[in-house]
């Protein structure tokens, strides 16, 4: 059975950093193509980093820079460094596979502000 189970975000002033987590099970990351997605108030989810099977990186050119994907195969867990937050960044994040499949895990909430 798969499950997502994103944490660690929470309220930051601009300029801050988060560091996310996602814990999967029922797949391994190690052989899937991973991605971190989010949703702002009003608005549909989009992509924002993914990491393939080979290890190889990418993000949208409105994070590049500041936020970092990473995985861990051996704790089956997806990473998401944020850094130099700004308030457009608030919104609720996940992580799925790439492209995304059902179940969605209930993400973890990011606010950006002073």
């Known amino acids: 059975q798969v499950q997502l189970v994103e944490s660690g975000g929470g309220l930051v002033q601009p300029g801050g950093s988060l560091r996310l987590s996602c814990a999967v099970s029922g797949f391994a990351v190690s052989i899937s193509n991973m991605g971190w997605y989010r949703q702002a108030p009003g608005k549909q989810r989009e992509l924002v980093a993914s990491?393939?099977?080979?290890?190889?990186?990418n993000t949208v050119e409105v994070v590049k820079g500041r936020f970092t994907i990473s995985r861990d195969n051996a704790q089956n867990m997806i990473y998401l460094q944020v850094d130099s937050l700004k308030s457009e960044d608030t919104a609720v994040y996940y992580c799925?596979?790439?492209?995304?499949?059902?179940?969605w895990g209930q993400g973890t909430q990011v606010t950006v502000s002073s």
């Open positions: 799925n596979r790439l492209p995304p499949r059902t179940p």
């Open positions: 990491i393939l099977l080979n290890g190889k990186t």
